[in-house]
């Protein structure tokens, strides 16, 4: 993806008091999950207690950032400037058990397949920002 | 109370159209006066109204506009389209628990030549709080900025799942086009298409969505009435029961980005309300002579079909591609052309073909039909004769 492209791209938002954690550490370039404290549990996307055993202590935890693709999809129309040609968006199953909509970069569509190994990088956006985005992994490559 | 009580005495509707010309608050007047004159009923009958989110129009401007002297019941559903069959358990609730004794349905948008629903909604920075989702941040950063893309998202792991591409979804958008060549009332009437039209569409999000995939964007209004069965006696026209209306928002479902559910090729909502509406009416899938199937894409009418119970999971294609969707079919779909040929109300327009289909009066008009599914994603209805 270029970089002049890239930098145009929306600042990510910063989240309700529930989801302010993960875009805070999006910004820091480091990728977030809601663990429930109680049950061990991780929950996206963000909400106040755990849905399974009600706990509402939580803890925001670093994440391995390696996934698989779920599904993916090319937007072609309407046109977006602000977003690098060509880019996809992905929704990825990350291995802590949750599921995460994002880009994934450096590859061809008619390369991707859904089940593909990747991992989170970071992309800068409008006003200094980070979005979180994904690619293959070096096995997926070389697979 | 007693099921089956509450009625559709009345439907109403404007034109079809991609530039109405005039308010939606006047669309909204104009469609609700049409389904009341349709019933025999003026404004001074109604104490009841029901919307869904994503409609502009306030309750109060409509009282005010139309000379109605008291609502005693108002309610508005969430949901966007999805809960657009929303208003008519609403409207049933109201009427049998005696809330209100004639309750009016409506959605009325000028949502091709105002605000567009295809184009992206970058700007949409409100976050859509209160408006039946709570999407917008996990899928707008990411470029995800219209329905195509959110629904093509799930709509690639089905057709991932089952080995389709593309092209098998061409059958879909061939029969609802058919159906709308031959109403008047549709947009694309006397327009129909074929296979290769749609293959040679351009694509919207690619591998998924071509134009001719896409529901339409559109002006227009649509409205019912609703009241109970022993007044419907004294109306004009005669009613349409509702069996059962219901609405179903599943553990970890989402409007739409429907991305949080174990399996997302499963229509987790329509399997929810085909569930609570088949125990209610004791009527089963082989029951219905017709089906009104919300089609913002035409994914799905593969959903709808299976989540109902009309096909197993992952045979949509096959059933389609054979013909079983056509008006001679064993469920003929939307005959009024749905919301890719006739236009896209929102659900609204699906409601009232399918009263027209109990009452025998549609203009592609199924033999014979004693039960009508009327399926909207997170809302759907049984009508039937009384
Ligand atoms: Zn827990």
Redesign the pocket.
């Known amino acids: 993806m270029s970089d002049v492209k890239s930098v145009e791209r929306p600042a990510p938002p910063q989240g309700s008091r529930d989801s302010a954690f993960f875009w805070e550490g999006v910004g820091r370039e480091v990728l977030l999950g809601q663990q ?1 404290t ?2 061990k ?1 991780f929950r996206h996307p963000p909400r106040p207690l ?1 849905p ?2 009600r ?1 509402f202590e939580w803890k925001a935890v670093e994440l391995s950032g390696r996934g698989t693709v779920h599904s993916w999809v090319k937007p072609i129309h309407p046109p977006l400037p602000m977003f690098p040609e060509g880019y996809l968006v992905a929704l990825i199953d990350l291995e802590e058990g949750i599921r995460l909509l994002s880009n994934l970069c450096e590859i061809e569509p008619d390369d991707v397949e859904n089940g593909m190994s990747v991992e989170v990088f970071f992309a800068p956006t409008r006003d200094g920002g980070r979005i979180h985005q994904f690619r293959p992994t070096q096995e997926a490559r070389r697979g | 109370m007693a099921r089956g009580k509450a009625v559709i005495v009345g439907i109403g509707q404007t034109e079809f159209s991609k530039d109405s010309g005039r308010s939606e608050q006047r669309l909204a007047c104009e469609s609700i006066l049409a389904a009341l004159d349709d019933a025999g009923l003026t404004p001074a009958d109604v104490d009841g109204m029901t919307t869904y989110t994503i409609d502009n129009n306030e309750d109060v401007d409509l009282v005010r506009a139309l000379g109605i002297e008291n609502l005693t019941f108002s309610s508005r559903v969430g949901h966007g389209g999805g809960g657009a069959v929303g208003t008519v358990a609403h409207a049933m609730a109201a009427v049998e628990s005696g809330l209100a004794n004639v309750v009016v349905g409506f959605r009325a948008m000028n949502e091709r030549s105002e605000q567009r629903f295809g184009q992206s909604q970058m700007n949409n920075t409100g976050g859509a709080k209160g408006a039946g989702t709570g999407f917008i941040e996990w899928s707008l950063p990411l470029g995800s900025a219209t329905p195509a893309v959110w629904t093509a998202i799930q709509a690639q792991r089905y057709l991932d799942r089952y080995g389709l591409t593309n092209a098998d979804f061409a059958p879909v958008s061939v029969h609802l086009r058919q159906m709308a060549a031959t109403n008047p009332n549709a947009w694309f009437y006397q327009q129909p298409i074929t296979v290769e039209d749609h293959q040679n569409s351009r694509w919207i999000a690619e591998p998924v969505f071509r134009l001719l995939d896409c529901c339409q964007e559109s002006d227009g209004a649509v409205a019912f009435v609703v009241t109970r069965e022993e007044r419907a006696r004294d109306l004009k026209q005669p009613p349409v029961a509702i069996r059962h209306a219901t609405q179903a928002v599943p553990f970890e479902s989402e409007t739409v980005t429907n991305y949080y559910v174990e399996d997302v090729t499963r229509f987790e909502t329509g399997v929810s309300t085909a569930k609570t509406l088949y125990e209610h009416t004791g009527v089963g899938p082989a029951d219905f002579q017709v089906a009104m199937l919300y089609d913002h894409f035409t994914i799905a009418i593969f959903w709808h079909l299976e989540a109902n119970g009309f096909c197993k999971p992952g045979e949509a294609a096959d059933f389609v591609r054979s013909g079983e969707i056509g008006l001679s079919g064993s469920i003929p779909v939307s005959p009024n052309g749905g919301h890719l040929g006739e236009a896209y109300i929102h659900g609204m327009n699906l409601i009232a073909e399918g009263v027209r289909q109990v009452r025998g009066t549609a203009t592609n008009q199924v033999d014979d039909v004693e039960h009508a599914l009327v399926a909207a994603g997170m809302s759907a209805a049984v009508l039937g004769r009384c």
């Open positions: 429930c109680g049950c549990r755990c399974h055993c706990s």
